[in-house]
């Protein structure tokens, strides 16, 4: 039976996310803490490369395959919170998002305010719930779900970590940083200049849907998972701050699928993958056209991390996603000139971090797609196509393990974004003379955990 056929089930499912933000709203006390560092008696730059989230360390991949259970004392409050905010500048003026309040360029803004409940219960369950608020925005909305149920057992004489996750972002139970949701850049702002395209996969279903995945995690090297996402109603979803009509409705139950392996070889942990997700998708909720659009989403990935004998860590991440879209909802619709797209999305980052204290990083990105006149309306070429560089320069005081609380971290880090592409062409992309650089865009970014 389809999962949005089955409503007892998915009232029990809604009722757990809403116990945990009845906890969050109901903690006596918010612990200046980052949980897990709490939990584990760790200093951040166990689980976090550079002493600082969300880029993980084969450790932090062990611990959270491991449903977030491990624990180095008596049980700790499991709450914390972050606050990120940045000076953002692009290279020539464009009006910022709705709601208004920021100019048309040099942009002081908070970026979001986040509040986690995050741990472990016990040897078998442990998740992350996160609410935030959104100061471009200016609203709360719920964000990162990941609630586990993990055991250990033999599978032919081999050790195997088998686990469930109950999760709302294809991608963000993932334990590894080459996929969207742990994806390089870690922080971004929405007041900076955005593609008119990416894969499905790569973000658009965030918050707006529900999954269930199994997974099994075989003799510490092989990673075999699938499950299933599925779209709440429209009203669960305004209820959680999110616009259910920004992509649409999943048909049915949209399936995922999961495999990579990693081995150690001297001081790097190397790892090779591949993903799955295809999605029937009612545009705007709009069901008039008797049929939905189809995207299927195939990809692959790999990562090498060197931890040298100094402490340094270099790591190198890859992904590759091929979308092919079919249409027939949209295109009946008025809303997409073809009936078969496709989009082709490559990432490669490089980082490299001195003591935990101090890092860089550089990313390549280029998408390419299907030209389609009314996809991609403001595009003189009609593609999406855009490409550039993105650099990072971030400092972490506290990266080396020696912080004055554990429960407080910081980083301060620039951006900058280099584009020689944007929405199909290097020059005049919107037909009114805009250059692919004009959406250059310088951010300086604090990050604070507490």
Known sequence: MLLRDAPALRLSIYAIIALCFGILGCAPRAWAVPAFAAQTGQPCQTCHVGGFGPQL??????????????????????????????????????????????RDNDNVALDQASVFLAGGVGAHFGGIVQGTYDGVGKAWHWDNLDLRAVTTVKLKGLDARLGLSLNNNPTVQDPWNTLAAWGYPYTSSALAPAPAAQPLVSGPLAQTTMGLTGYAWINST??????????????VLQGLGVDPTALGDISGVAPYARVAAQTAFGDHTIEAGAFFLQAGVFPGLDRAAGVSDLYRDIGLDASDQWTMANGDVATINLRYTHER?????????????????????????ASYYWRGKIGGTVQVFDTAGSADALLFPSDRTFKPDTSGLMFQIDGTPFGDGRQPQRRLNLRAGLQYTLYTRFNGARTNFDGAGRRASDNNTLRVFTWLAF
Do not use: C, I
């Not at 084969?58 to 491990?70: A, C, D, E, S």
């Not at 004392?73 to 290279?91: C, E």
């Not at 879209?325 to 980052?349: F, I, K, M, P, T």
């Open 222 to 235: 092989l990673y075999l998972e699938a499950g299933g996402y599925w779209s709440p109603r429209a009203s």
């Open 325 to 349: 879209r079919r249409l027939a909802a949209s295109q009946a619709l008025g809303l997409a000139s073809n009936l078969d797209d496709r989009l082709n999305d490559v990432r490669a980052d």
């Open 57 to 102: 360390t084969p450790y932090g991949r062990l611990f959270k395959l491991n449903g977030y259970t491990t624990r180095s004392g008596p049980t700790n409050a499991p709450l914390a919170m972050m606050v990120v905010a940045s000076y953002l500048r692009t290279q020539k003026d464009q009006p910022p998002p709705p709601p208004s309040g920021f």
